[in-house]
């Protein structure tokens, strides 16, 4: 069966430093790769979107890499901010057919 | 209004009991999904609309839960007979999936408690 894992485990980080999350799908052919990002209370929000013949994608502080072979996504966060403390979700696409399938998230905190 | 709208944003309900839950999307957006989130855990994909095509209701837990989508615009999702268990904050997503547009906007969701 279609299997999107994220690290369960949260991720602590010192403010200035890279943070970097991992997105692993089993069974799956994506289309196209997402992430957001989720606060306590609050519903999922877009940051970015990577296809399946897209490498990398950048948007300010924000990378991701989108590896088919390793069925793999890296969501790097630079310059990391307490404000960026929140939970990640990646979440994998396929045509407009189908629904976005969503992984459990990672909790990242960022201390001063 | 701009983005999508849920209500109510909390019910409290008697196991037992049916409730409904409203979903506003965005104007224009024919792509519309539920999900359900439990306490600390990943988003569940319940039910999927998009355009006049059937719906995919794979994610559906049980004959419990319906939806429907009228106008191709507002969504209901109906949870029959409540169970403790149906407890959980379901969200409601919408995206217009015209080209390169497919990221889901999502409503702050509505916080069900069955007691």
């Known amino acids: 069966s279609q299997k999107i894992e994220q690290n369960s485990e949260a991720l602590n980080i010192q403010e200035g430093k890279t943070a970097t999350l991992t997105c692993n799908y089993t069974n799956y052919s994506p289309a196209y790769l997402q992430w957001y990002r989720q606060d306590p209370g609050r519903g999922p929000v877009f940051l970015l979107l990577?296809?399946?013949?897209?490498k990398e994608k950048r948007k300010e502080r924000l990378k991701v890499t989108f590896d088919t072979t390793l069925k793999q996504s890296l969501f790097h966060i630079t310059a990391s901010q307490p404000a960026d403390s929140a939970t990640y979700l990646c979440a994998l696409g396929q045509n407009s057919g189908y629904a976005l399938n969503f992984g459990k998230g990672t909790s990242l905190l960022v201390t001063p | 209004g701009a983005g999508v709208s849920q209500s109510p944003s909390n019910k409290v309900t008697e196991k037992g009991k049916d409730v409904e839950l409203r979903c506003d999307p965005i104007s224009g957006h024919t792509a519309l999904y539920w999900y359900r989130q439990s306490l600390g855990q990943g988003l569940e994909f319940l039910i999927y609309f998009q355009g006049n095509s059937a719906p995919d209701k794979s994610g559906l837990p049980s004959d419990r839960f319906s939806a429907e989508r009228t106008g191709g615009s507002v969504s209901t999702l109906t949870i029959q007979r409540t169970q403790q268990e149906d407890s959980a904050v379901y969200l409601c997503?919408?995206?217009?999936?015209?080209?390169?547009?497919?990221?889901?906007?999502f409503g702050q969701g509505t916080r069900l408690t069955v007691v």
């Open positions: 990577i296809r399946e013949n897209e």
């Open positions: 997503a919408s995206s217009s999936l015209r080209g390169v547009n497919t990221e889901a906007f």
